[in-house]
């Protein structure tokens, strides 16, 4: 069971990654980013029947920053949506050198 | 004769005035310091900032365009108000204390002289005045030695200075740096004390290079024209090649002889081999050093050029003091010379060949200082005749007399420059108040002037009874009696053995002798005698120069006149008490002179002295009979509708163009490499280019290559940090 876990775990992660990687929308990229955490969680969860409860505490406290970050990141992309009238991240390269 | 024997408080000179030496060179220093706040409180109050000094200011301003077009005088009368110039207004009070400081010092020095006749000087006075420099093995005081020799130098020094800040109170009397001139006149005698005063070389060489400023700061004292300033920079220039020599003496003594002070350093070099090649190396650096004082060959253009200060200094630090330091240095360094014969030879040899090239470049000068510039640069050749061959006495007692004699010719031309520039310009006439082809027939609008300055020229020339005759007369004796049994005649010069030498070198001496006459003659005779070549306008404004400038004169005449019977030879013994300068510098030189001439004193056959006396009479009427015969004054015109000379007396009046071959040997190759490799190539190439340029374009690619990385997309962004990642982990996972 633990190990059927960890490959779900490790496959939600990949695509995460790979959605954060070559996706375009800021807000596609953010849902990406958020799957990745949840991965982490399912890994901490799963790990927690081997290492005790520490993990479970774990996931309470990335869900709780993934909450705040949902806020903060949602929030920046409506302020640069406003600004620049898109989420494509292709478009806003502010910081080019 | 070692000094450390003697402690300072037991010398017999302790208990007299002598202990107050140290404020010899103090009294000047004061004068400076006082002179040196005036002048620029002068200069400060004289702003255009300021309405009430409008006036004066104005007059500064005309003052200043006098210096621009005149050569020398800052003469009165070039106001057309007639209203006379307003003088500094510190005038007064430097008047006071310029020529002041001078007479209080020349008055101690005499009561120095006074008490050093007193008392027994075997031993010289040094007085340690501080801890100067203790580095390792090196001790140094600041310490300031009095014997009969430094005694000499110091009573001409403050003797002929004192007569010259009198004449400068005068001479200088409207010029608007009147306080700046007498500050500068009072640090340089100041240093020339240092230098003659000094106990050890190093305090010597601090005065050497003091002299060598002040001469610096008052050849380009009118520096608003170029060319004085460019003589200026001229004469410190090849002043610095000479101390190079003077330094490396100075290292060569330390690393041989582990002493700088001058009585060890003597005491100790009798104890090197004799002749031998560091004693040799040391005495011909040391004469470096002097031939860049002294304008000597190869150092000797400078100081021509020297004579675009003002008179005064011209007569002061040109003439009778600064030059003759190098003499000076080779009397006080006589232990070390008369341990190399070589190096005598040498100095004897530059010194003869010196005076015949300055003697005939003389004869075909215009300017008339510049007739007594390369008159100064002979004189001294001859002094540097006496003291190389070991007649130390002889050189020093020509210097001596030269102060009188030249300080009065120097003098002299700078009352007839001062008379010619004042009425130039009554008349706004530009032409040149120093060419003696402009002059003529001065003696009787000038006749003071006159007289004394023919005193002058028959001391120089060497006429029975005049100063020069006796000083002049001893160095070519003491030449021939050196010929044979001395060390010098036993050695040789570049394979020509040391007899022959001195006898080309005694030849040479009577042929400068003719030709000094014929110069000077030449110079009195365009200048004071024949019709008057000034135009109309100028003619009645000619006259002779205030009692202040006529006043010197007249004592440096007397002294010019008399100042041989200081050391009458024995041959003359009728006539005053014989050998005086020779009896009190004996404690000083006569051991190194003695060694010259193997122990015993030189001889020569009376009748054999006395056809050489002879000779050198007839030599000096002779040479100012033919330039009497010869040059005709009434068929002189001036400067501005003279020929172009040709043929061997262009070569003569452009000295041997020695200035023009130094310019393409020397001055402009330096240049060039300075200009092409050092500024172009170096400076603008490697530091400029590679190292400032170079590294502002290395930082600006470094920069332009991180810009590159950030594309502002944050897809790359994420690419790079997923590539970190994986290459951190692998890093630890496959370790």
New interface residues.
């Given amino acids: 069971m633990l190990v059927e876990a960890l490959a779900l775990s490790a496959v939600l992660f990949s695509i995460g990654v790979i959605g954060v990687l070559t996706r375009r929308n800021a807000i596609i990229i953010f849902m990406c980013v958020e799957l990745m955490l949840n991965a982490v969680n399912l890994s901490f969860v799963a790990l927690s029947k081997l290492y005790g409860a520490a993990g479970q505490v774990f996931v309470v406290f990335t869900m709780t920053v993934a909450a705040a970050e949902a806020a903060v990141g949602l929030a920046i992309i409506i302020a640069i949506f406003r600004h620049v009238k898109t989420v494509n991240l292709q478009n806003i390269n502010l910081l080019k050198g | 004769m070692n000094p450390a024997l003697i402690p300072e408080g037991a010398h017999p000179l302790a208990a007299t005035v002598a202990r107050f030496v140290w404020l010899l060179p103090l009294l000047p220093l004061l004068g400076f310091l006082i002179n040196g706040t005036l002048a620029m409180l002068g200069a400060a109050k004289v702003g255009p900032a300021d309405p009430s000094a409008d006036h004066g200011h104005g007059h500064g301003d005309a003052h200043a365009q006098d210096d621009a077009h005149g050569h020398g005088v800052n003469g009165h009368g070039a106001h057309d108000d007639h209203h006379p110039p307003p003088r500094h207004k510190f005038a007064g009070i430097v008047s006071l204390i310029g020529p002041g400081v001078l007479l209080a010092a020349f008055g101690l020095a005499v009561a120095c002289f006074l008490a050093m006749r007193g008392v027994e000087m075997e031993h010289p006075y040094v007085v340690t005045l501080f801890q100067w420099m203790p580095v390792g093995d090196l001790h140094l005081d600041a310490s300031l030695l009095l014997d009969p020799l430094s005694m000499t130098m110091v009573l001409v020094v403050t003797g002929v200075g004192m007569l010259i800040h009198v004449f400068s109170v005068g001479y200088m009397q409207d010029d608007p740096g009147y306080p700046r001139y007498f500050a500068y006149l009072n640090l340089f005698v100041f240093f020339m004390l240092t230098l003659v005063l000094g106990a050890s070389y190093p305090l010597l060489f601090v005065g050497w290079e003091g002299v060598g400023l002040c001469s610096y700061l008052l050849i380009g004292f009118w520096f608003s024209e170029k060319a004085n300033a460019d003589a200026g920079k001229k004469a410190f220039i090849v002043n610095r090649i000479g101390d190079f020599g003077f330094l490396v003496a100075m290292f060569l003594m330390f690393a041989n002889l582990g002493t700088l002070d001058i009585g060890r350093v003597a005491a100790k070099a009798a104890e090197l081999p004799f002749g031998g090649v560091v004693i040799t190396a040391m005495a011909l650096f040391l004469f470096l050093g002097c031939t860049g004082k002294s304008a000597q060959i190869p150092l000797h253009v400078w100081l021509p050029d020297a004579m675009a200060g003002p008179t005064p200094v011209s007569a002061l630090i040109h003439a009778a003091t600064m030059v003759t330091a190098g003499v000076y240095l080779v009397a006080r360094a006589s232990g070390i010379f008369s341990m190399a014969p070589v190096a005598q030879l040498t100095v004897a040899s530059v010194g003869a060949l010196t005076a015949l090239v300055a003697a005939t470049i003389g004869l075909k000068q215009w300017d008339i200082k510049k007739v007594l510039a390369y008159s100064t640069v002979s004189q001294l050749g001859y002094m540097f005749v006496g003291v190389g061959v070991g007649a130390y006495t002889a050189g020093i007692f020509h210097l001596v007399t030269h102060a009188f004699f030249k300080a009065l010719l120097f003098l002299g031309s700078g009352s007839v420059i001062f008379a010619m520039h004042a009425a130039y310009h009554h008349t706004h006439n530009h032409d040149d108040a120093q060419d003696m082809r402009n002059m003529g027939g001065l003696k009787q609008y000038m006749p003071i002037t006159f007289y004394l300055m023919w005193i002058a020229t028959l001391a120089i020339a060497g006429i029975p009874l005049f100063s020069g005759f006796f000083s002049k007369d001893e160095i070519l004796a003491s030449v021939f009696a050196r010929v044979s049994h001395s060390t010098l005649a036993e050695s040789s010069l570049l394979g020509i053995p040391g007899s022959t030498v001195l006898l080309i070198v005694y030849g040479i001496g009577l042929a400068v002798a003719l030709l000094t006459a014929i110069y000077m003659t030449r110079m009195m005779l365009y200048t004071f005698h024949g019709p008057n070549r000034t135009g109309e306008g100028e003619r009645p404004h000619l006259t002779e120069a205030p009692w202040v400038m006529t006043g010197p004169l007249v004592v440096l005449g007397v002294l010019a006149a008399i100042g041989g019977w200081i050391n009458v030879p024995e041959l003359l013994g009728a006539i005053g008490p014989v050998g005086g300068l020779e009896h009190f510098l004996e404690p000083v030189v006569g051991q190194a002179s003695l060694r010259t001439t193997l122990g015993a004193p030189p001889h020569v056959a009376h009748q054999t002295e006395l056809l050489l006396v002879g000779a050198a009479i007839a030599i000096a009427i002779t040479g100012i009979a033919i330039a009497v015969w010869r040059l005709k004054p009434a068929a002189l015109v001036p400067k501005k509708e003279a020929p172009a000379s040709t043929g061997i007396s262009r070569v003569l009046e452009n000295k041997y163009f020695v200035d023009e071959g130094y310019d393409a040997a020397f001055v402009q190759p330096t240049v060039s490499v300075s200009r092409a490799v050092l500024w172009k190539g170096f400076d603008a190439g490697i530091i400029d280019g590679l190292f400032v340029n170079g590294s502002a374009l290395l930082a600006r690619a470094f920069g332009w290559l991180?810009?590159?990385?950030?594309?502002?997309?944050?897809?790359t962004y994420?690419?790079v940090l997923?590539i970190g990642v994986i290459t951190l982990l692998g890093a630890f996972t496959l370790r």
């Fill in positions: 991180g810009s590159q990385l950030q594309t502002g997309q944050v897809g994420a690419w997923l």
